[in-house]
Nanobody, 122 residues
């Protein structure tokens, strides 16, 4: 079992920045692909970013160039640095983990966190 706990969400003005964290416990963190998805009420959840166990990064077109995913395997933690935030980035952000990267990108991972709310005011 892997437990994922997100933190770092909050309220920020448009153009501002936030850094989300996802702390993982349980099995060996370093061999898992990790990622982030988000959901706006009334809409489908969408993929945001992912990082393979080897450090390759993947981004949705909507966030590429503004968001950056990283991980610290010593701390069993993944991060999402969000810059130049827009009101349309407002959503609940979920952390995901799976041994297979494609399942994270396809939003079908074995493990999900509970989510953290990000609100961007205009």
């Amino acid at each position: 079992q892997v437990q994922l706990v997100e933190s770092g969400g909050g309220l920020v003005e448009a153009g501002g920045s936030l850094r989300l964290s996802c702390a993982a416990s349980g099995r060996t963190f370093s061999v898992y692909a990790m990622g982030w998805s988000r959901r706006v009420p009334g809409k489908e959840r969408e993929f945001v970013a992912a990082m393979s166990w080897s450090g390759r990064e993947y981004y949705a077109d909507s966030v590429r160039g503004r968001f950056a995913v990283s991980r610290d395997n010593r701390k069993n933690t993944m991060y999402l640095q969000m810059n130049s935030l827009k009101p349309e980035d407002t959503a609940v952000y979920y952390c995901a983990a799976d041994p297979e990267l494609q399942l994270v990108v396809n939003q079908d991972p074995t493990y999900w966190g509970q989510g953290t709310q990000v609100t961007v005011s205009s």
